[in-house]
């Protein structure tokens, strides 16, 4: 397994699940946006990168969720901010480490650009993953209420996060269990 298949990225297709998924947790019709980071854009902070781009060039910034996946364990929607430009086009602006040409968008016309904890929306009905999104919700409740740059996250919180990543990397046989414990071959679960 490499990294790719590991982290969480940008689903290629938007399937039927995926959008049952998020409808059912409030994030509501995802679509694709052109991914155009700007090199005075800083990586992690779209929202002063998309006020920055408004101030000076005009448009609108839209807020909403940045949908990535990891695997066929879990969606990730992260608080994100896109730049309509006075043309109309949707950009994501922000430099990040994905690789790919697009990012999954969801626009939330109520939302803040603000600190949001992320939310996390499980696949599979695996025990592990269940804690996982647990400990994740966890994370990003200290992240969202921490000032400034540094977050006190406690040692035995990250050390779980950190053990089930380990445990979620594991290569197994294809027809062997899954080691997210949902029960599945890996061939039907997480090595799909």
Known sequence: MNESETRSCTPLT???DLIDLCKSNGVQDPFYVSRQPKPDCEEGDCFK???KYVARLGGLILVGWAITSRKNLYLE???HAIWQSPDGENIDITPSNEYFDKTLFSYQGDML???TPSKYL??????LVAEYMGLRNEFERIRCISVGDTMEIPKILMDRILEIDRIFMIEVGRNKSCPCKSGLKFKHCCGR
């Not at 499980?122 to 025990?127: E, I």
């Open 49 to 51: 990168n998309v006020k």
């Open 122 to 127: 499980p696949f599979t009905q695996s025990t």
């Open 14 to 16: 938007i399937t039927e």
């Open 113 to 115: 650009a603000v600190k």
């Open 77 to 79: 929607c992260e608080a």
